[in-house]
């Protein structure tokens, strides 16, 4: 089972909503990121051992202009509530995730300049009943890109 797209569109949608607050503007610098994410999976059939992967990427002014920092957009979801500020944010949101699947999700995250980390918890509802997700990440600036 593949979890990836589901951070990379948590984490999109996160940075995305950014973008919309007009007084805002999280305070991450441009450069080479790494960032590692552990998520933890939870159902009454089965429960998966906590899985942690490390990417690398080049994040530019421009991406975090644009909100486009670090991921990109997901269609599939939508912002139920946000606080943004500079140095982090609270986003709660829900997505569809096709074949009759769901999740929400809260998150919070904080920024400061060369580093961020955060929390994400959410519920996937599909045909298998339940699931209980929560992600745990952290990034770091390496400098350059």
């Known amino acids: 089972m593949q979890h990836r797209p589901l951070l990379f ?5 996160l940075l995305t909503s950014t973008a919309m607050a007009a007084d805002a503007q999280p305070d991450v610098k441009p ?27 080049c994040v530019t002014a421009e991406d975090i202009d644009k909100g ?17 500020r500079e140095d982090g944010m609270d986003v709660s949101m829900s997505c569809d ?19 961020m980390n955060g929390i994400i918890t959410g519920t996937m509802q599909g045909p298998m009943g339940d699931m209980d997700m929560k992600i745990e990440l952290s990034g770091k600036r390496l400098g350059d890109c």
């Open 9 to 13: 569109t948590t984490t999109a949608l």
């Open 68 to 84: 486009q920092a670090f991921l990109e957009d997901n269609d599939s979801c939508e912002v139920i509530e946000k606080e943004v």
């Open 31 to 57: 450069g080479l990121w790494e960032t590692t994410t552990t998520t933890t999976m939870l159902s009454d059939q089965f429960n998966m051992p906590p899985m942690t992967q490390t990417t690398t990427e």
């Open 97 to 115: 995730q096709g074949e009759g699947g769901s999740i929400t999700m809260n998150s919070s995250m904080t920024f400061d300049g060369d580093s």
